[in-house]
């Protein structure tokens, strides 16, 4: 080859090296023609025109966490409180994460942020407490309509903790405690009355029916001595009722 033709022939050669990029499997390139949007590309192996196209730059397109915290937070009946949270977030458009915006990921995290704390100064701290996915699920639409035009998708927020005051702690310790002995004693005062309706229907058929009672009285003397050997001692005006009982009636 005459020594005039490898000049081009390197810079031929070096254009293709430059030409060809490879994009992994969870990325995507968004490149550029002339310093306006072109194309996303990827992936696998792609070609761009040297000199007319950039890979201005390439997004990832797995689901990323970040974590968020908000300390001393005012919740609606004006109680600090801290929380933490995470935010599982993915990009669903690689342009509008690419073009309308600088930083999508820093965004990402102050948005969610003040969205924290925003949802923490409109809930209660008892629902805030006993209902955490209603919680996750508002902060997940907060924070997604928000990002929605950066082309980025929430696809849900898990609170960790919510930590409040040690004060406030032990006073919601001692309202349970109180809580639970209030329903404690709640809960025998109903056995007892069942106990004493069932009495008072045991002492009208008693009533009703004197051997029946007589019966009875036999049986709780006989269950107090079965187990100790010794005999057992009828009073007479019981015994005496009972032969009475069981006296066969007169002939006619």
Known sequence: MPYYFIAPAIVVILLLIRSIRMVREWDRAVVLRLGRFHAIKGPGLVLVIPLLDQVAVTVDMRVETTTITA??????????VGVDAIVFWQVSDARAAAINIANYRQAIERVSQTSLREMIGSTDLAQLLSDRKAA???????????????GVAIRSVEIKDVAIPPGLQNAMSMQAQAERERQARVTLASAEEAIAEQ????ASIYAQNPVALQLRQMNLLYEMNKDRGSTVLIPTD???????AFKPPPAA
């Open 71 to 80: 300390e001393q937070a005012l919740t609606r009946d004006t109680v600090a």
């Open 136 to 150: 996750d699920e508002k902060l997940r639409v907060t924070i997604g309509d928000k990002t929605g035009s950066w």
């Open 199 to 202: 009495v008072m229907r045991a």
């Open 238 to 244: 019981m015994a005496s009722a009972l032969g009475a």
